[in-house]
């Protein structure tokens, strides 16, 4: 079946999904790690492919940026072509003087003043949400086999950008403990708690609103290989 924002036939999309923000980041993934490939979605340009890793099952899509598109890819994904896992593979800006550029984090927890929950479930007062833990293990044990350091935390998932008060970050550290801000896996969390499936999230460290370190456009998309190489291992 298809749906408005995915024109993948039934079968096609792997149990379990890596997904990136942008779907270039998916189209390289699937272009430099993968074998058999096969392209499952063009529309949008959001590109969708599934493959194999060491003989082992996997796909990997794009969910644009933000809650309301990760939102609505992640659903039609779950709901819709029967996936069981998304584990988010995106990048993240540091709250905190402990993490340095290329460091990856796996997320705990996501808090956001989002009223992406409150919306799309009818839950009230829903601003702290949790990824499956038994996948969180899973990422944990791999990234360990792989001598891969991580660090765990809670993420910011912001559903802005440009804030015009630039030290609001300074607070949410403080008040939330979040470490870094990201923008989607609060929509994920909440889309796979749910559909009753499962949702992780790694996040490779982009740049810094502590020291105002910044990698560059190119390198987040083809350099943030450690976090690739964690969730690759997924492949079932």
């Known amino acids: ?3 408005p ?3 993948a036939k039934d079968g096609v999309i792997a149990k379990t999904v890596l997904m990136p923000g942008d779907p270039l980041r998916a189209k390289y993934i699937a272009e430099t790690f993968l074998e058999n490939v096969e392209k499952f979605n063009n529309v949008r340009n ?8 060491n003989g082992k099952r996997i796909s990997v899509m794009g969910s644009g940026m933000g809650m309301a598109s990760i939102g609505i890819y992640s ?3 779950y709901k819709f072509y029967d996936v069981d896992n998304i584990i988010r593979i995106g990048s993240c800006g540091a709250y905190s003087a402990e993490l340095n550029l290329y460091d ?9 003043e989002s009223t992406f929950a409150d919306i799309q479930s009818g839950e009230k007062g829903i601003h702290t949400i949790y990824p499956s833990p038994v996948l ?3 990422l944990e044990k791999i990234a360990e ?3 891969i350091p991580i660090t765990i935390g809670t993420v910011h998932s ?3 950008f440009y804030r015009e008060n630039f030290k609001d970050f300074e607070k949410i550290h403080d008040e939330h403990g979040c470490l870094a801000v990201e923008m989607e896996s609060f929509a994920l969390f909440q889309n796979a708690k749910v559909t009753g499936k499962n949702a992780a999230c790694l996040l490779t460290v982009s740049d810094s609103l502590v020291t105002h370190e910044a990698t560059t456009a190119e390198e987040r998309q083809f350099a943030f290989t450690k976090m690739m190489d964690i969730a690759l291992g997924m492949a079932e």
């Open 104 to 112: 990856v984090l796996l997320v705990e927890n996501a808090w956001s």
């Open 1 to 3: 079946m298809s749906t």
């Open 136 to 138: 969180n293990e899973k």
């Open 46 to 53: 959001m590109f969708g492919y599934t493959g194999t890793y």
């Open 75 to 77: 659903y039609e994904l």
């Open 145 to 147: 086999n792989l001598n």
């Open 5 to 7: 924002h995915i024109e």
């Open 158 to 160: 912001s559903d802005v």
